[in-house]
Every structure is written in C-alpha cells, then in structure tokens.
T-cell receptor
Framework: ELKVEQNPLFLSMQEGKNYTIYCNYS?????LYWYRQDPGKSLESLFV?????AVKQEGRLMASLDTKARLSTLHITAAVHDLSATYFC?????????FGAGTRLTVKP | GAVVSQHPSRVICKSGTSVKIECRSL??????MFWYRQFPKQSLMLMAT?????????EQGVEKDKFLINHASLTLSTLTVTSAHPEDSSFYIC???????????????FGAGSRLTVL
C-alpha cells in the first residue's frame, strides 16, 4: 500500500518569508499531485508532476519531484496572506491515490 | 475544463435514515470514481474506488453494506450512507478519472464535497 508522509503538519510563517513543505512516499508512483484546500471547501489542483526532476511553478509556489528519493517538495517564496490554506500532496499509482496528512499553512502579516 | 458536480453540498438527517450523495462528471466520461471521507482538520481517507459497470473496491475497514456505492454509468456514481449514525457525520468528496485523458493531463477532478451531519 502506498504510504505518504508529509511535513511539517503545521506551518506559521511571516509574510515575505520562504519555506518548503516535504512529501515522502513509500513506493514508486506514476505521478504526484499537490492540492490546496481552504476551510470548508473541496480540493483545488495546484500541480501534477509526472517524471523525475519535474519542476513546476505557479506564482509564489514551486513544486519538484525526485522519484528516486520518493520525495516531492512544495516551496513557498515570499509568502502572502492569501496562501494561508491546507496543502496536500498525493502520489498516484495506477488506480490508487493516497493523500498526505496535509500541511496547514498560516501566513501572518 | 473537466467539471465534477457533487450533490447535495450539505445534508442534515436523523439517525437511522439513509442519505444518497451523487457525483456527476458533466463534460467527460469517468471510467473510475473515487470516494473520500474527511474528518475535521484531517486528511482525505480513500473509502472506495468504483469502476463503471462493476462492483466498487472498498478500502480495508470501510463497511460495504453501510456505504453503498453505485457507478451505473460513465457520468454518475452515487454513495448511499445507510442507517446513518452521528459518527458518520463527515465531509465526503468524490473525484472522477477522465476516460482517455492525455498522459500528462490532470486526470482527476474533484467534486465540491458533501457535508453530512447526522443528528
């Protein structure tokens, strides 16, 4: 069974600072997703990473994938309050998709 | 883009009654749909995977007689919580895998979720 470890679980940042969220998974996967969830809402897709070395960037968020290390990172650059949310990574293998525990990010002024 | 409609978004019911949640892919055919459950401030837990025209595959610990899943067509899957109890109160989210999606495309689309409260 695909197992996912995400850390940190809670992250409180000052606006303007940088930080990285880590996602480790237990077995080879076809691809890896990053999602954002606001309170009471469903999931918003951020990135899908398909191959080793893949890097994608959207605004202040950048995601990368190292399939050999079974590690993905979500880097936040110069955080702003609007980024406050819970972020989930989710490796996908065939018909199996598992979510990390989530990182609850709070960006403070 | 691919859209998944999930209804109802909120439902309150009495203990012992059954509740049906629908998940529809509006503009694509979904060969596979996933049902997740999320407790407050926790991650999503996969409950079951349903393929069109066949029986759902349930995760360990999920009671198939309590959580009935039907995937009768390529655009509709339903989750029925039978004889609901307060401990079934949760946020239920479906996602649909697009049939014939391009490799590299974002193949899973999530519904908006259904918040179930059992009194």
């Amino acid at each position: 069974e695909l197992k996912v470890e995400q850390n940190p679980l809670f992250l409180s940042m000052q606006e303007g600072k940088n930080y990285t969220i880590y996602c480790n998974y237990s077995t080879t996967s076809d691809r890896l997703y990053w999602y954002r969830q606001d309170p009471g809402k469903s999931l918003e897709s951020l990135f899908v990473l398909l191959s080793n070395g893949a890097v994608k960037q959207e605004g202040r968020l950048m995601a990368s994938l190292d399939t050999k290390a079974r590690l993905s990172t979500l880097h936040i650059t110069a955080a702003v309050h609007d980024l406050s949310a819970t972020y989930f990574c989710a490796p996908y293998l065939r018909n199996d998709m598992r979510f990390g525990a989530g990182t609850r990010l709070t960006v403070k002024p | 883009g691919a859209v998944v409609s999930q209804h109802p978004s909120r439902v309150i019911c009495k203990s012992g009654t059954s509740v049906k949640i629908e998940c529809r892919s509006l503009d694509f055919q979904a060969t596979t749909m996933f049902w997740y459950r999320q407790f407050p401030k926790q991650s999503l837990m996969l409950m079951a995977t349903s393929n069109e025209g066949s029986k759902a595959t349930y995760e360990q610990g999920v009671e198939k007689d309590k959580f009935l899943i039907n995937h009768a067509s390529l655009t509709l899957s339903t989750l029925t919580v039978t004889s609901a109890h307060p401990e079934d109160s949760s946020f239920y989210i479906c996602s649909a895998r697009r049939r014939g999606g391009r490799s590299g495309a974002n193949v899973l689309t999530f519904g908006a979720g259904s918040r179930l409260t059992v009194l």
